[in-house]
């Protein structure tokens, strides 16, 4: 596995869910909450929630389990970053494309993002395997089961150096 990391910057719009795939009804809901209003500790939603990076067009998208983010500012814009391996399937699908969603679940889902973390998008429908079922936005891909998610708009990626990460790291 290559080491090397990106870093993408993008600018936000949470977009909310209603209450996963629990009622037909709520499957149809989505509401547009500005940046400004999210009230969620960013820390918690990584690190507890675990997420969905997703990139791609119908037909051609990709996502990944991602636990790394974070929540902040940037040259005067709201902004998620997200970390993706080279390595990773999804990679490819996140240079390509100007815009990316970062869902969050709840703890309901957490055996199927296991095992969107598991497997690999180049080897089968991991989405079917997951049983999730996407959902297409305007600028972006998201799952009915998804709480709420970050549609987010590329606006920077590079290279995380290795070898100035520390070493407690």
């Known amino acids: 596995m290559k080491r090397t990391l990106i870093l993408a910057l993008a600018a936000v719009m949470l977009v909310s869910c209603g209450q996963g795939a629990q009622q037909e009804s709520d499957m149809k809901k989505t509401v547009e909450i ?4 999210i ?17 791609g067009v119908p037909g051609e998208v990709n996502t990944m389990t991602i636990s790394w983010g974070a929540l902040g500012e940037l040259w005067n814009k709201p902004v998620v970053t997200v970390y993706v391996s080279s390595s990773r399937y999804t990679y490819e699908f996140m240079e390509r494309n100007d815009h990316f969603t970062v869902a969050f679940f709840p703890e309901r889902c957490r055996k199927a993002l296991t095992l969107m973390g598991t497997l690999s998008g180049r080897d089968g429908d991991k989405v ?3 049983g999730l079922t996407p959902k297409f936005l305007p600028e972006g891909i998201t799952f009915e089961e998804a709480s709420e998610t970050f549609v987010c708009k590329k606006i920077y990626m590079a290279p995380m150096a290795y070898e100035d990460v520390p070493p407690e790291a």
């Open 34 to 37: 500005k940046p400004e209003a």
């Open 39 to 55: 009230k969620e500790n960013a820390i918690e939603l990584f690190d507890q929630e675990w997420a969905l990076v997703t990139a």
């Open 128 to 130: 079917a395997a997951a």
